[in-house]
């Protein structure tokens, strides 16, 4: 903790102008307000929340489809946790499964095979929410199901790429973003260029850091660093997981598996190449294809602001909506359901009265 407010009192001498910084991940932000942040920084620093939640991203359309397939009697949807109380335009997972909707929670995709096998006469379904770190597993437990000839076994395919959102946000000047905070579970596979580039686009600092409040607190240190250097550039202070050549073959396994393509996201419109389709020749584990359903383009946000919220526009207390008909007993959007939701921190961690358009 000394090494927090020794970081805290580095921070507090140094910033001598308005800088804003979007914190992207959802943990990260999670971890801001359990250690009431916002409120010890130098009131010239404003931290604002980025689209870094995967389960809130997910446009209503896409869970109807999930709700769509998983009220079908031959079916099992095997799903991670921060998926079922997602709201879509009626209905949510947990919703149907109160009704006899057959769903499982799962810990990882591979569960899925087990789950296939004990099930024979059932096509267990897997609605893969999440951010490109994900998509490995996802491609495994593929690749997985078809050298072992599993063929009861698919796949929603719902991953987003992180980057192209971003630099959609960014191109709005008037968010006078000055500093992008990243985690590593958040940085891409694909391309590990892809904050460079954004970092020298906007000009702008950006830094990838872990979770703990030390980590968020050096990050934002070094972002400060480099805006008064007049510098905009990327750092990585975590260590790499992988060597490059097993992230090579990740890379690789990934794009055997999925390509890129344009996609919609909650609140946020469609973004192009920020989406993972199932490849043709794989298609038996694409659950779209094989249940011939398409997402809808349409994303209505009913009394949410969301949308402002995950773009750096405004903060959970702006929203009116925020404590008083949304709450987590009862979610109005998806940024009050998951523990990564921006709404779920402020409204377990705050009692503040902050907005951003006061
Ligand atoms: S408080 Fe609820 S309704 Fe308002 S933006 Fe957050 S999730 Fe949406």
Same mark, same amino acid.
Not at 11 to 38: F, S, W, Y
Not at 95 to 110: D, F, K, N, Q, Y
Not at 161 to 177: F, G, H, N, V, Y
């Given at each position: 903790?000394?090494?927090?407010?020794?970081?805290?009192? #580095?921070?507090?001498?140094?910033?001598?102008?308005?800088?804003?910084?979007?914190?992207?991940?959802?943990?990260?932000?999670?971890?801001?307000?359990?250690?009431?942040?916002?409120?010890?920084?130098?009131?010239?620093?404003?931290?604002?929340?980025?689209?870094?939640?995967?389960?809130?991203?997910?446009?209503?359309?896409?869970?109807?489809?999930?709700?769509?397939?998983?009220? #079908?009697?031959?079916?099992?949807?095997?799903?991670?946790?921060?998926?079922?109380?997602?709201?879509?335009?009626?209905?949510?997972?947990?919703?149907?499964?109160?009704?006899?909707?057959?769903?499982?929670?799962?810990?990882?995709?591979?569960?899925?095979?087990?789950?296939?096998?004990?099930?024979?006469?059932?096509?267990?379904?897997?609605?893969?929410?999440? &951010?490109?770190?994900?998509?490995?597993?996802?491609?495994?437990?593929?690749?997985?199901?078809?050298?072992?000839?599993?063929?009861?076994?698919?796949?929603?395919?719902?991953?987003?790429?992180?980057?192209?959102?971003?630099?959609?946000?960014?191109?709005?000047?008037?968010?006078?973003?000055?500093?992008?905070?990243?985690?590593?579970?958040?940085?891409?596979?694909?391309?590990?260029?892809?904050?460079?580039?954004?970092?020298?686009?906007?000009?702008?600092?950006?830094?990838?850091?872990?979770?703990?409040?030390?980590?968020?607190?050096?990050?934002?240190?070094?972002?400060?660093?480099?805006?008064?250097?007049?510098?905009?550039?990327?750092?990585?202070?975590?260590?790499?997981? &992988?060597?490059?050549?097993?992230?090579?073959?990740?890379?690789?396994?990934?794009?055997?598996?999925?390509?890129?393509?344009?996609?919609?996201?909650?609140?946020?419109?469609?973004?192009?190449?920020?989406?993972?389709?199932?490849?043709?020749?794989?298609?038996?584990?694409?659950?779209?294809?094989?249940?011939?359903? #398409?997402?809808?383009?349409?994303?209505?946000?009913?009394?949410?602001?969301?949308?402002?919220?995950?773009?750096?526009?405004?903060?959970?207390?702006?929203?009116?909506?925020?404590?008083?008909?949304?709450?987590?007993?009862?979610?109005?959007?998806?940024?009050?359901?998951?523990?990564?939701?921006?709404?779920?921190?402020? &409204?377990? &961690?705050?009692?503040?009265?902050?907005?951003?358009?006061?």
């Amino acid at each position: 903790m000394q090494e927090c407010e020794l970081l805290l009192k #580095r921070l507090r001498e140094i910033v001598d102008r308005p800088i804003r910084i979007m914190v992207a991940c959802g943990i990260q932000n999670r971890v801001i307000m359990q250690n009431r942040l916002r409120e010890q920084l130098p009131k010239e620093l404003t931290l604002v929340a980025g689209p870094g939640c995967s389960a809130c991203v997910v446009p209503a359309g896409y869970i109807d489809v999930f709700v769509r397939i998983a009220v #079908r009697p031959d079916v099992i949807t095997a799903s991670c946790k921060d998926v079922l109380n997602v709201p879509g335009s009626q209905d949510s997972l947990a919703s149907v499964a109160a009704h006899g909707a057959h769903i499982i929670e799962i810990a990882t995709p591979l569960d899925c095979l087990k789950l296939a096998k004990a099930n024979p006469g059932k096509i267990v379904v897997y609605p893969a929410v999440g &951010f490109e770190a994900s998509a490995p597993s996802v491609a495994e437990a593929i690749l997985e199901a078809a050298e072992q000839g599993i063929d009861n076994f698919c796949v929603i395919p719902s991953i987003r790429l992180l980057p192209p959102t971003i630099d959609q946000i960014l191109r709005d000047s008037c968010l006078r973003i000055r500093g992008l905070l990243c985690s590593d579970h958040l940085t891409s596979i694909s391309d590990t260029r892809a904050y460079t580039r954004l970092a020298k686009k906007y000009s702008i600092a950006c830094c990838v850091t872990g979770f703990e409040l030390s980590d968020i607190l050096r990050g934002l240190l070094n972002m400060v660093m480099q805006i008064r250097r007049g510098e905009a550039s990327y750092d990585n202070q975590t260590a790499e997981y &992988f060597s490059s050549e097993e992230s090579e073959r990740i890379r690789q396994m990934v794009s055997g598996v999925f390509f890129i393509t344009d996609t919609l996201w909650r609140g946020l419109g469609i973004v192009a190449g920020s989406g993972f389709v199932i490849r043709d020749e794989l298609a038996l584990y694409d659950a779209t294809k094989r249940f011939h359903i #398409r997402f809808s383009e349409e994303d209505p946000l009913r009394g949410c602001a969301c949308d402002k919220i995950i773009s750096g526009r405004a903060l959970p207390p702006d929203c009116p909506s925020f404590g008083m008909a949304c709450t987590p007993e009862d979610p109005v959007g998806p940024c009050m359901i998951t523990n990564e939701g921006i709404c779920w921190s402020y &409204f377990h &961690f705050s009692n503040v009265v902050e907005t951003e358009t006061e």
